[in-house]
């Protein structure tokens, strides 16, 4: 394998793993569900802390899965042109799309929510409701990290398109090398 391929394949490593911890969040998004529906329900008692928990969970599973879709080409994706290349033609195209506009789309993105992020704790921002959870800068440093998982996404997958530019048959992007989602 080579030495592209064994960072490209690092990183993979690391995007997995993190996913798998994000993945967590679901199991936990289940319970507070359940929990907040059947005490509405059966109890008549409403909480306001439970449907916030709701939406950071929902935030910290989709942020942190986000960067696993790509490199296991679950993304969305013109499959009418891109199966009809060949497998240099979708290594340039693969290459072309990341550095002309899914890294630059990360780094402006990335940057204004780091800013969004870091006013949040600048300003030690809570809920808007009197009794919602506190320390909303948290789960809005999510999307910075979710963002930072798309790019890393992308460094990976432009280390595969060199690797199959150089030789396409061993580096073939629709390969599943990367393990299971």
């Given at each position: 394998?080579?030495?592209l391929?064994k ?6 490593a690391?995007?997995?793993a993190?996913s798998r911890?994000?993945?967590y969040a679901?199991?936990?998004l289940v319970?507070v ?8 329900r059966f109890?008549?008692m409403g909480?306001?802390?439970?449907q916030e ?11 942190g ?5 790509y490199?296991?080409n ?11 290349f060949?497998p240099?033609?979708r290594a ?5 799309g ?15 929510a ?8 600048i ?10 959870l ?34 396409p048959y061993?580096?073939?992007?629709d390969r599943q090398?990367?393990?299971?989602l």
């Amino acid at each position: 394998m080579s030495p592209l391929l064994k960072l490209s394949a690092a990183l993979d490593a690391v995007l997995n793993a993190i996913s798998r911890v994000a993945s967590y969040a679901l199991l936990a998004l289940v319970v507070v569900v359940v929990f907040d529906v059947a005490t509405r329900r059966f109890f008549q008692m409403g909480s306001t802390q439970l449907q916030e928990a709701e939406w950071h969970l929902h935030t910290i599973l989709i942020m942190g899965v986000l960067g696993t879709t790509y490199i296991h080409n679950r993304h969305v994706r013109i499959d009418l042109l891109h199966a009809g290349f060949s497998p240099r033609t979708r290594a340039l195209v693969e290459l072309a799309g990341i550095l002309l506009l899914l890294l630059p789309f990360c780094a402006v993105t990335g940057y204004y929510a780091v800013n969004f992020a870091w006013t949040s704790f600048i300003r030690g921002e809570v809920s808007q409701s009197i009794d919602g959870l506190p320390f909303r800068w948290a789960i809005k440093s999510m999307l910075p990290l979710g963002i930072t998982l798309v790019a890393l996404a992308g460094l990976s997958r432009v280390l595969r398109s060199i690797a199959a530019l150089a030789d396409p048959y061993s580096a073939d992007l629709d390969r599943q090398e990367a393990g299971p989602l």
